[in-house]
């Protein structure tokens, strides 16, 4: 099945649920339009399908070789990951200081979709180099900057972020990577880090690994972390005390090389401090917070190649007859009502995690382009209330889409040949890796509700009811329930965020954190049927104005679905939600 990156959809999406057209009017993208968007994307979309997308499966099958530390990449990867570094396409965010295009995160996303859907595992790569340099530009010393940010945002050297050891996963108050110093400005870094996404490999002529360590004064826990950065070669050609240890060997991403990194084995790994002594989490976070939207994208891009892939076995494989079917031999399996039932399901779950991660982009665009110092605050703290729901139910879905892949294939889709497994096995990570969608809602519950006393997101929950109300006053017999399904999603977000935020301030954590996860379930169901209801109105808007795109038709017909397949979801998980702690009692549940 030969992927083909849904540009038409994207442009959609970012005019009519992310603002792209409000923002372009507004001045916040420069000389940037949407023919211009479209073009870029265009050509983006020629990379991903005739560059990344036939490395994919190979590179699956293939998989990675550790020799003496040095790590090879499946056959052709590091020419195609050349060749898009060449193209300007690791340069689109970076700053123009350090050759860098500065163009909009929102354009970004779109094409980190790209990427991901056509090839996971070499995709992997620029995206943690991508939050690499927005560390380094936010926190770095000049001198940092100037040697190592031109060739970071060329894509010439790749980065990495080295965080997770044996003891020390979601926990960081764990670790034990030490850093010492020098006093020639310069640490001495000793230590293991392990599920190092990329930490060795053979395509670039460097790679900057930045290091969590902790100094020997350091404060305990999480206040006494320094964040370093260690190169692969020393600014003098000569090779750093840093070596690739282990390859694991996962269920999927296959072509990605996970290591375990040893520092200092021998006199110590060489780094620079960035930010200050102490305060190397906030930093890191900086970085975590841009991959963390990045792997949401990366649930998109997966459940989109599943959903292709699905849609092209349906439309091939005949089995059966359906009602009313005149004619000799079996009908293709997608005419079938279940079938598209799946089908649909897969559609309109990625779509509705696709308006979302534009959402979040917008936000950030806003937060660092806007003009108005009260503007850019609102924004910054939109981006940061959505962020966590981009990551975590893009994230889940692109495995329940996946999941529909294989059983559209039927026993097709348990073998390998197929492919759809694969989609399977590589969705199954993003769940996992940059803060598990566990601390996702956590992160959600406890530091993104209470954001300006609550106001964020009761503003964001007005503009859900405001899509209600216009699908109420502009739908027709084609939007079935939707106005109705919406306003009572809504009431039940609503409802479900005052449980939430009372529960925090009568310091009843703990029902909170018990809710946590079907909130962030309700919080994007909820906000997912309105991208989907605004789209609608838009095909509606456009087909009364004249237009004949039949993807406009099927744009209502989406969000028809998803009000009376998903939204109907939500006073489940509104109940879920606000249902406390009294039943996880581990003792008495569990024995």
Partial sequence: MTYRAPVSEMLFSMRHVAGLDAMIEGGLYGDLSVELMEQILSEAAKVSQDVLAPLDRPGDLAGLRLESGRVTMPKGFGEAYRAWAAGGWNALTGSPDHGGQGLPTMLNTACVEMWNASCLSLALCPLLTMGAIEALETHAAHALKERYLDKLISGEWTATMNLTEPQAGSDLSALRTRAERAGDGTYRIFGQKIYITFGEHDMTDNIVHLVLARL???????????????????????RNDVVCAGL????????????????????????????????????????????RLAVGVQGVAVAERATQRALAYAAERRQGRTPGYVGHGMVPIGTHPDVRR??????????ASRGICFLTAAGLDAAA???????????????????????????????????LGVQVHGGMGFVEETGAAQHYRDARILPIYEGTNGIQAIDLVIRKLPLSGGETVRAEIAEIRKVAQSVTKHGDA??????????????????ATSFMLGALAGEEQDSALAGATPYLRLFGIVRGAACLAQEALAAKAALDAGETDPAHKGRILRARFFAEAHLTAAAGLEAAATAGAEALVPEAALA
């Fill in 248 to 291: 694991e060997h996962k269920l999927g991403i296959h072509a990605a090389p996970t290591c375990t990194m040893m520092y200092g084995e021998g006199d110590g790994a060489i780094g620079w401090l960035v930010g200050e002594e102490n305060r190397g989490l906030a930093c890191m976070f900086t970085m975590m917070n841009n991959a």
């Fill in 478 to 495: 084609r939007f079935g329930p939707l106005a109705a399904a919406l306003r009572d999603g809504a009431e039940s977000l609503d409802r």
């Fill in 342 to 351: 799946m089908l649909m399901t897969m559609r309109t779950l990625t779509q």
């Fill in 216 to 238: 020997p004064d350091a404060p305990h826990g999480t206040r006494g972390i320094s964040l370093f950065l260690v190169p692969k070669f020393l600014p003098d050609g000569s």
């Fill in 369 to 403: 382009r806007h003009p108005d110092h009260a503007a850019r605050k609102r924004a910054h703290e939109r981006a940061s209330l959505l962020t966590p729901v981009a990551k975590a139910f893009s994230t889940d879905i692109a495995v329940e889409v996946a999941s």
